[in-house]
Nanobody, 126 residues
Framework: QVQLVESGGGLVQAGGSLRLSCAAS????????MGWFRQAPGKEREFVAQ???????????YYADSAEGRFTISRDNAKNTVYLQMNSLKPEDTAVYYC????????????????WGQGTQVTVSS
C-alpha cells in the first residue's frame, strides 16, 4: 500500500515557476515508477511526466510533449518524495496536478498506475 500526498501548487504568473512535491508513505517507494498527471476543467486527465523505479534504468524519465524542455521530474528515494519542477509556465498549464505510483517500468497511461494522490491546484495567470 502506498499513500501519496501532493503539495506545492498555487497561483503563479505566466513565465513563472513552481515545484510540486509528492510525499509517499510505505517502505517500497523505490520499487515504483512515479508519474505526474494533470486535469484541467472540462478536459480529460493527461500524462505529464514519469520517472522509472530506481532498480531499473536508473530513474529514466519520460515527458509529454507539452512538458518537454520546461518541466523536470525527479525523485529522492531517501525522502520518499517525487518532484515536478515546472518552469516557463503558461496559462494552459492550469490544472489539478496528481502524482501516481506504478509497478511498471514505463507507464504513461493513467490505467498503468495503482496509487493516486488527491491532487494540488496549479493556476497560471496571463
Amino acid at each position: 500500500q502506498v499513500q501519496l500526498v501532493e503539495s506545492g501548487g498555487g497561483l503563479v504568473q505566466a513565465g513563472g515557476s513552481l515545484r510540486l512535491s509528492c510525499a509517499a508513505s510505505g517502505r517500497t517507494f523505490s520499487s515504483y515508477s512515479m508519474g505526474w498527471f494533470r486535469q484541467a476543467p472540462g478536459k480529460e486527465r493527461e500524462f505529464v511526466a514519469q520517472i522509472s523505479w530506481s532498480g531499473w534504468s536508473s530513474g529514466s524519465t519520460y515527458y509529454a510533449d507539452s512538458a518537454e524542455g520546461r518541466f523536470t521530474i525527479s525523485r529522492d528515494n531517501a525522502k520518499n518524495t517525487v518532484y515536478l519542477q515546472m518552469n516557463s509556465l503558461k496559462p494552459e498549464d492550469t490544472a489539478v496536478y496528481y502524482c501516481a505510483a506504478s509497478p511498471l517500468k514505463t507507464a504513461t497511461a493513467g490505467t498503468m498506475y495503482t496509487y493516486w494522490g488527491q491532487g494540488t491546484q496549479v493556476t497560471v495567470s496571463s
